[in-house]
């Protein structure tokens, strides 16, 4: 079993800064794939990057530019770097992790953005 915890998330206004982190353990293997995703009312969870284990990186059109995904193998550790907030960022994020080996994934909690002045 793998448990994600996430942190980082919280209140900020709009143009500013937030970076989000989500740490795995427990029963770790190689893991494969750490994206985000983020969710708000009534809405569909939508993915907003993701990144291989070798570096290689994907992004939703709406954050491109001002969203910047990375990893630390090392550490079982992925972290979101968001800059240039706007108020419809708002929402919960969530890390999902992949494992081919184990053919298995896992969501963290989710934590909470908040864009508003």
């Known amino acids: 079993q793998v448990q994600l915890v996430e942190s980082g998330g919280g209140l900020v206004q709009p143009g500013g800064s937030l970076r989000l982190s989500c740490e795995a353990s427990g029963s770790i293997f190689n893991i494969d794939v750490m994206n985000w995703y983020r969710q708000t009312p009534g809405k569909q969870r939508e993915l907003v990057a993701g990144?291989?284990?070798?570096?290689?990186?994907n992004y939703a059109d709406s954050v491109k530019g001002r969203f910047t995904i990375s990893r630390d193998n090392a550490m079982n550790t992925v972290y979101l770097q968001m800059n240039s907030l706007k108020p419809e960022d708002t929402a919960v994020y969530y890390c999902?992790?992949?494992?081919?080996?184990?053919?298995?994934?896992?969501w963290g909690q989710g934590t909470q953005v908040t864009v508003s002045s």
């Open positions: 990144i291989t284990r070798r570096g290689i990186t």
């Open positions: 999902y992790v992949v494992i081919y080996a184990i053919a298995s994934n896992y």
